[in-house]
């Protein structure tokens, strides 16, 4: 199995302001993923942050609202930017561990962001 | 677009009743299944995944669930609940494009004690 890692846990941010989130994987993995959970709401996944390459972002996500950074194999970031009270939500970080169509995914705590 | 469809988004029972928690999706290719479980104020957790073989599955603290292709679910249950069962619980599909998941909308569990 994966451990993740996530900083912040949780965060108050003013409007217009953006925030950088952590995920931190204790083993090499080839995908990580970015999901919100909006209040009351299932997960949708943002992006899929790929090693060496841009990130590919979901229907409704773009690059300039969520930038994403995977630097290596352990670590990505995501960006939420301009921040507005509609992007407070819970962010998770995953990760997808096996082989081929025998994987099974490993979330984050998740960092909770109110954006006032 | 693939879809994840859970019917009931609130149940609500009392101990020892029984649970059946609905979830269908909408490709009918190779899938990975898969429920999660969020108590409050925790993360996701895995309760249980089918990936090939037995379509009936176990998994942790009693939850089972049944994957039947013709009707595309995969429908979790457990016997008897317990207060502590009280939670969001998520049904998960991986088509195996990319591995990532496709969740449903959720179904919230009270347990009344």
């Known amino acids: 199995s994966a451990v993740i890692s996530q900083k912040p846990s949780r965060d108050i941010c003013q409007r217009g302001t953006s925030l950088t989130i952590q995920c931190q994987v204790d083993s090499q993995v080839t995908m990580m993923f970015w999901y919100r959970q909006q209040p009351g709401q299932s997960l949708t996944l943002i992006a899929t942050a790929n090693q060496g390459s841009e990130a590919t972002y979901e229907s409704g996500f773009v690059i300039d609202k969520f930038p994403i950074s995977r630097p290596n194999l352990t670590f990505s970031t995501l960006t939420v930017s301009n921040m507005s009270p509609e992007d407070s939500s819970i962010y998770l970080c995953s990760v997808s561990w096996g082989e081929g169509m025998n994987t099974e995914a490993f979330f984050g705590q998740g960092t909770r962001l109110t954006v006032v | 677009a693939q879809s994840v469809s859970q019917h009931n988004h609130h149940v609500i029972l009392s101990e020892a009743a029984s649970l059946e928690l609905g979830c269908n999706y909408s490709y009918g290719g190779t899938v990975n299944l898969f429920w999660y479980v969020q108590y409050p104020g925790q993360h996701l957790q895995l309760l249980l995944k089918?990936?090939?073989?037995d379509p009936l599955v176990k998994g942790i603290k009693g939850f089972e669930a049944e994957f039947i292709k013709s009707k595309f679910s995969f429908n979790l249950r457990k016997p008897s609940v317990q207060w502590s069962d009280t939670a969001e619980y998520f049904c998960?599909?991986?088509w195996g494009a990319g591995n990532m998941l496709t969740f449903g909308g959720g179904t919230r569990l009270m347990v009344k004690p």
């Open positions: 089918y990936f090939s073989g």
């Open positions: 998960a599909v991986n």
